[in-house]
């Protein structure tokens, strides 16, 4: 996965991407990251790249040209990549939405400033407009960093136990369960006894359990989507009841 980043901030996206397991993708040539500052083709030599809103306002907004200009000098022979402007006027991201995007070769990120972004330049070159979530951050770098995250971990390779992005929370619609590691006993909390059992059958079962109670508590709400078969559904029933 190649991904690309426009931002007057590019420094944030490299410590935040080269500090973790990216980083370490990127070194191994799974991933990889370049960053386009889009203050180097503001329109003059002060670097400005923001200017007043038409119709009045407060704040500026980020002109069109120097994004439009750092576009296409980082596209090269692509004629029409992929690129997610992140914003809180955008579809919320999702696993199901990482998924697809880990399936592109290639992605490209606008991170916005200020108020806002001309309109223009987005309609040009966005082909989405994505949000992390209902409340506004001070610009896209955050989210875009969440997002190159979150897809980094769907591209195989990138995790070293292909098996660790399975299991968890959301890929099959429920929470996941606890986890527990040494030592057996913490300040006066035993680990479950059943997952010292060695009885893999059980311990599925309790993980399953676990998950469902997790949900129904926390976030009821992804119960209505997730793949349940009849002993989930008893589960749950039961739980319900109690
Ligand atoms: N930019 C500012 N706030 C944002 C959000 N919640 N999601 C994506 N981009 C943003």
Do not use: W
Not at 98 to 127: N, S
Not at 198 to 205: L, S, T, V, W, Y
Request: proline residues 6%; negative net charge.
């Amino acid at each position: 996965m190649r991904f690309t980043v426009l931002s007057l901030f590019p420094e944030l996206i490299e410590q935040g991407f080269n500090s973790s397991i990216t980083g370490r993708a990127a070194e191994k040539g799974i991933l990889s990251l370049r960053c386009i500052n889009i203050r180097d083709y503001a329109s003059d030599a002060y670097g400005h790249v923001d200017d007043y809103p038409y119709g009045g306002g407060a704040g500026m907004v980020m002109q069109a040209p120097p994004i439009y200009r750092a576009y296409e000098a980082a596209r090269g022979e692509n004629p029409r990549p992929r690129l997610i402007y992140l914003t809180p006027q955008g579809r919320v991201f999702n696993q199901a939405l990482a998924q697809e995007l880990a399936r592109e070769e290639e992605l490209y990120f606008l991170c916005g400033h200020y108020e806002g972004v001309d309109e223009r330049v987005l309609e040009e070159i966005a082909t989405d407009r994505i949000s992390i979530g209902d409340y506004v951050l001070t610009g896209g770098e955050l989210p875009a960093l969440v997002l190159m995250d979150a897809i980094s971990r769907m591209v195989p390779g990138v995790l070293g136990n292909e098996d660790s992005s399975r299991g968890e929370s959301f890929m099959d619609g429920l929470l996941e369960h606890p986890h527990y590691t040494r030592p057996e006993v913490f300040m006066g909390r035993p680990v479950p006894e059943i997952l010292r059992s060695g009885h893999h059958a059980n311990i599925e079962r309790y993980r399953r359990e676990e998950s469902l109670r997790r949900t129904l508590e926390i976030r009821p709400d992804l119960l209505e989507k997730a793949e349940l078969n009849q002993a989930d559904l008893s589960f749950l029933e039961k739980l319900q009841k109690a």
